[in-house]
């Protein structure tokens, strides 16, 4: 099993959960601290915010509603939501279950509302997407959306006649005897929570992100066991299996990917295929992967410092020794890097709560700056420039590596004067 207490000290980080599925047994090791002012040790009972991995339960508790006759993932929300309104009201009026689950919907993705934390909590967030703007299109490009998922959430609530937690509950959490999942900030109480640690120098967070977003993923927590119980309802029952179909091809970062119905679809070699997701939240990271074939699975949680070394060792690890796997290499600037069509590409691109500047840099590169438009977003930007190179006509990489690996972004459609139209990060940033 993985040494964790030295990948722990090797890369900084502060404190992780590491899970394995395999053989139909769960091993699991912990290794670092809660919190690094107190000292007090993780323990494999530990629980850890698993932030986005969080859409996979949301997605589950959507696709139970179509097994049952109860939903249509091709009929528009309005047919369950009558009241839902976006600023765009054609978009509103066509949107469906599967335009959400696919992150094709097209609408602003970020919209973390606090609508506080009672039994109306989503459908008050609900209300508030009446100003939400399209920044796409229904069904033409993927932009990652957590809005959507907040508003399948309320889905499940309206048709099973119960809260979302509590249908989380009584759905998923009881019935797989979980001990440790809290659905709620309120049920931290009762466990032993990780502090979300932030910056270079790891300190403790301040502050938790608002629980109306919660089917999207700001409050399910849980120990890297119990995240794997989870997954194992998924491998021993075909109920789910629609939820692996290739559904949309995400623009191209330099690995090979697909998006299901929620979940993430991963390409290794030799044909072999996986799932899985990530997650973030403030101060936590959180990494799963999943190869049916082999029923295998690995999950990591961290709760600060950067994670993404650690995780790719455990992966390298786990992945390559129980099932052969050779993750494939996070992309890299090449060596003869191509030319960049600087006067198409400065500019200034917007999505929801953020503006990427790109201004003319040095030698036919780019340089990018990450803006915060809202209070929400401070954490996960700074505001420093950051050098861009051609990695090939239609995406740039950043020169020097950030957090384990070197970002890339897509250079995606034109615009009526030939200008670049979105810069796509996984959202797609529009020119404005």
Aim: charged share 25%.
């Amino acid at each position: 099993m993985i040494n964790l207490d030295e990948l722990i000290a090797a890369h900084g980080v502060v404190g992780a959960q590491v899970a394995v599925l395999h053989n139909d047994e769960i091993v699991d090791v912990a290794a670092g601290v809660l919190n690094n002012v107190t000292g007090e040790k993780v323990t494999t009972g530990s629980i850890f915010q698993i932030g986005s991995i969080t859409k996979i339960w949301t997605a589950t508790l959507v696709q139970e509603l179509v097994n049952e006759g109860l939903l249509d993932l091709d009929r528009p929300v309005r047919d369950v939501l009558p009241e839902f309104r976006l600023a765009d009201e054609e978009a509103a009026r066509i949107i469906t279950p599967r335009h959400l689950l696919t992150h094709t919907a097209g609408f602003q993705g970020d919209l973390f509302h606090d609508t506080g934390n009672g039994d109306d909590m989503l459908e008050k967030y609900v209300e508030r997407l009446v100003d939400a703007e399209q920044e796409v299109p229904p069904g033409e490009l993927y932009t990652y959306c957590n809005s959507g998922f907040t508003l399948l959430g309320r889905i499940v609530e309206v048709v099973r006649g119960k809260p979302f937690r509590a249908v989380l509950r009584e759905r998923l959490i009881e019935p797989l005897g979980l001990r440790t999942a809290a659905v709620s900030h309120a049920e931290y109480a009762a466990q032993t929570l990780a502090t979300g640690h932030l910056g270079e120098r790891p300190k403790p967070a301040d502050r938790l992100m608002a629980e109306s977003d919660a089917p999207a993923g700001t409050a399910l927590a849980m120990s890297a066991r119990d995240l794997l119980e989870f997954v194992r309802m998924h491998l021993d029952t075909s109920e789910f299996d629609v939820m692996r179909e290739p559904q949309v091809v995400p623009p191209d970062f330099g690995y090979s990917g697909k998006q299901g119905l929620g979940w993430m679809l991963h390409d290794y070699a030799g044909g072999v295929t996986g799932m899985g997701h990530t997650g973030s939240t403030v101060g936590f990271r959180a990494f799963l992967r999943v190869v049916p074939e082999a029923r295998l699975a690995v999950a990591v949680l961290t709760n600060g410092g950067p994670p993404l070394p650690l995780v790719r060792a455990v992966f390298d690890e786990v992945l390559g020794d129980l099932a052969g796997i050779t993750v494939p290499d996070f992309p890299t600037p090449p060596p003869l890097p191509v030319a960049v069509d600087v006067e198409r590409v400065v500019g200034v691109y917007r999505s929801t709560g953020l503006e990427r500047h790109v201004t003319e840099g040095d030698g036919g590169r780019v340089k990018l700056r990450y803006v915060a438009l809202d209070p929400g977003w401070e954490s996960f930007v700074d505001d420093e420039e950051h050098e861009y190179t051609g990695l090939r006509h239609d995406a740039l990489i950043a020169v020097e590596e950030e957090n384990g690996f070197h970002p890339v972004v897509v250079l995606h459609g034109r615009d009526e004067q030939n200008r670049v139209k979105y810069l796509h990060w996984g959202r797609a940033a529009r020119r404005v």
